[in-house]
């Protein structure tokens, strides 16, 4: 069973960055896609970005297009999300996840598997 943990949240200003990492134990990582979601109080978790097994390919929500880069370490385990010009509206609990190669959309939260127990992104203005 993958666990998943992240870290670097925090509180930052509008127009700031972070970088989150994921880092996963278990079974071999470089087996899973990975993934990043959102999620704010009362409303539905949101995908951010998913990378595949090699990092050969990313995926990106509209909303985060060219302010996010998801990459991969598959040495170490790890998985980043690099968060720029950040906005009052990325504020939210992040999440990330891990499936099995799948012919779903890396979109759908329902199917990843494995879930970090997230970290808290804060944007002020």
């Known amino acids: 069973q993958v666990q998943l943990v992240e870290s670097g949240g925090g509180l930052v200003q509008a127009g700031g960055s972070l970088r989150l990492s994921c880092a996963a134990s278990?079974?071999?990582?470089?087996?899973?896609?990975m993934g990043w979601f959102r999620q704010v109080p009362g409303k539905e978790r949101d995908a951010v970005s998913a990378?595949?097994?090699?990092?050969?390919?990313?995926y990106y929500a509209d909303y985060v297009k060219g302010r996010f880069t998801i990459s991969r370490d598959n040495a170490k385990n790890t998985v980043y999300l690099q968060m720029s010009s950040l906005k009052l509206e990325d504020t939210a609990v992040y999440y990330c996840?891990?499936?099995?190669?799948?012919?779903?959309?890396?979109?759908?939260?329902?199917?990843?598997?494995?879930w970090g127990q997230g970290t808290q992104v804060t944007v002020s203005s």
């Open positions: 996840a891990a499936r099995r190669r799948s012919l779903t959309s890396v979109y759908s939260s329902g199917s990843y598997a494995y």
């Open positions: 278990g079974p071999p990582f470089n087996g899973y896609t």
């Open positions: 990378i595949d097994w090699s990092g050969g390919s990313t």
